[in-house]
């Protein structure tokens, strides 16, 4: 059973565009949400996360927008650039000491000159 | 700086033949992780250390073992590589202490060929 559900599965936007990628979870036990990005033959690297005690954490270019009522949450990629093209994965955890993290499907996003 | 390192980042290896993957870390975080990742998909977890404590994902083939000699180190192997086995294997690592800053940081990862 997929705990993280990640949409969509490749999203083609032009550069100065948005990018938009939705991920829901089911376990209400999860506090914690972390977006991975990763570019090919690299390891994940941690870009965003998000707790949900608030409805919105912005880094710049990069916004989580969490809704803890629906358990979803989304990434928003303002003025999409051509190097922001990579993999995107959503992920899910309990922060417990272990914090097995549950990832979402991954969306490839191609950003176009 | 900190960082998880991963060596060999490129792996050949025969069907058969036993081979290991080595992984770093100068976080001196307590939690380190295995996992395998095939083209397309999520990372999937093996398993994952905690301290000294061993912990196996339920649906993690016996083929794949593990060791953690100490804090940095932590080690793969893969007793007798098939042709699905081929995969880049990313090591990780966390605090281990619940809450806040218990996120887990990855290495660049090993790219497993088996011909």
């Known amino acids: ?113 | 700086d900190a960082m998880v390192i991963q060596n060999p980042r490129y792996q050949v290896t025969q069907f058969g033949k036993p081979v290991t993957l080595s992984c770093s870390q100068t976080l001196n975080h307590n939690v380190m992780y295995w996992y395998q990742q095939k083209s397309s998909q999520a990372p999937k977890l093996l398993f994952h250390y905690y301290d000294k404590d061993f912990n196996n994902e339920a649906d993690t083939p016996d083929n794949f073992q593990s060791r953690r000699p100490n804090t940095s180190f932590c080690f793969l192997d893969i007793r007798s590589p098939g042709l699905g086995d081929a995969a880049m294997y990313l090591c990780a690592t966390s605090r281990g202490s619940p809450g806040v800053g218990n996120e887990q940081f990855f290495g660049p990862g090993t790219r497993l060929t088996v011909l």
């Not at chain 1, 999203?11 to 089911?26: D, R």
């Not at chain 1, 977006?35 to 916004?63: C, H, M, N």
Request: net charge positive.
């Open chain 1, 1 to 113: 059973q997929q705990q993280v559900k990640q949409s969509p599965q490749s999203l083609i936007v032009q550069k100065g565009g948005i990018s938009i990628i939705n991920c829901a979870y089911e376990n209400t036990a999860f506090d914690y949400f972390p977006w991975y990005q990763q570019f090919p033959g690299k390891g994940p690297a941690l870009l965003i996360a998000i707790r949900p005690d608030v409805s919105e954490k912005k880094e710049g270019r990069f916004t989580i927008s969490f809704n803890k009522s629906a358990k979803q949450f989304s990434l928003h990629i303002m003025d999409s650039q051509p190097g922001d093209s990579a993999t995107y994965f959503c992920a899910a955890s309990d922060l417990t000491g272990a914090n097995n993290l549950f990832f979402g499907t991954g969306t490839r996003l191609t950003v176009i000159p």
